[in-house]
């Protein structure tokens, strides 16, 4: 009999993971606490002061991953089952998505939001639409059963973040404005290598869920509170996380001539892609620092 070799079975135990069950956010029949949350949900977004296209110096385009499996990074990726009090930031916008708050767009490699998807459009890009699947019932008959369709939140790992980096001259500051935000799904493809003995290999894909244009969602994150590990009692908004930069990520693509490729499609990958990566970071921020004189 031939010998199963299961290459990357890190990976595969991801599989077992993925059985979290799609509900809709649900309402506590009571208080559940001692007082009224009331801060959070009527929050308004802060504004952005007015730029003129003639105070803007200078401006670059990158594009950024924040990978929600840092530490840094868990207030945006949990919770990833239905809770009552909080939810993350990819199922707040899906909700929104769902009751037409906000609008989603094709999942395009750049988030160029030419093209609207419809709800049923994003379930079906995450693999969460009801599909009918034949089985053999107990008298040996072939019928047709559904299965739910089910969203797994807890492979979404990481977010692209399409944003801009201008220098504005009126207020001598280097600013930045997030245009917008896509949730990347990671899922788990069994390979068959072949050879004498029958060995198998795992493969990550990466697949673009849907982008939201973050101007228009900004006033849905503002309403909805991010989990505080200090204190329940002083909660930020996922629209605090954003404007106040608290996340950690890194740069995958600037604006180019090259038909605006990416980084890893001229280095040779690993630290010299990272590097790549630092280094169009530093360029951005000495442009400010080279403008002052000490």
């Known amino acids: 009999m031939k010998r199963l070799t299961i290459l990357f079975s890190g990976l595969a135990m991801l599989v077992s993971s993925f059985d979290v069950q799609a509900q809709d956010r649900k309402e506590s029949l009571v208080n559940d606490g001692f007082y009224t949350r009331e801060t959070i949900p009527a929050r308004q977004p802060i504004p952005y002061p007015y730029i003129r296209e003639s105070d803007v110096m200078f401006s670059k385009r990158v594009w950024r991953i924040i990978d929600l499996r840092q530490k840094i990074n868990f207030p945006l990726y949990y919770p ?25 767009y094709e999942n395009d490699l750049d988030g160029e939001f030419t093209t609207r998807l419809s709800y049923e459009q994003v379930l079906k890009n995450m693999d969460a639409l009801d599909r009918v699947q034949k089985q053999t019932d107990e008298n040996g008959q072939e019928v047709d059963v559904t299965i739910k369709g089910e969203i797994k939140w807890n492979a979404i790992k990481e977010l692209l973040v399409k ?23 990671h899922s ?20 673009q869920l849907f982008w939201v244009y973050f101007p228009e969602a900004r006033s849905v994150l503002a ?7 200090f204190n329940d009692a002083q909660r930020v908004s996922f629209d605090d996380v954003f404007f106040k930069r608290r996340f950690s990520s890194y740069i995958i693509k600037e604006s180019n001539v090259y038909d605006d490729r990416r980084i890893n499609e001229y280095t040779f990958g690993g630290i010299n892609t990272m590097l790549e990566s630092d280094r169009i970071k530093n360029e951005i921020f000495n442009i400010e620092h080279d403008l002052w004189e000490y």
């Open 163 to 185: 944003e801009e980096w201008f220098f504005d001259k009126q207020h001598s500051t280097l600013q930045v404005r997030i245009i917008g935000i896509c949730p990347i799904m």
């Open 223 to 229: 309403n909805t509170d991010v989990f505080n590990t």
């Open 80 to 104: 990833t089952q239905a809770l009552l009090d909080r939810e993350s930031l990819v199922q707040r916008l899906v909700r929104a998505i769902k009751y037409n708050e906000i609008t989603a």
């Open 188 to 207: 788990l493809r069994i390979l068959d290598t072949g050879g004498e003995e029958e060995q198998q290999a795992g493969e990550i894909n990466r697949i």
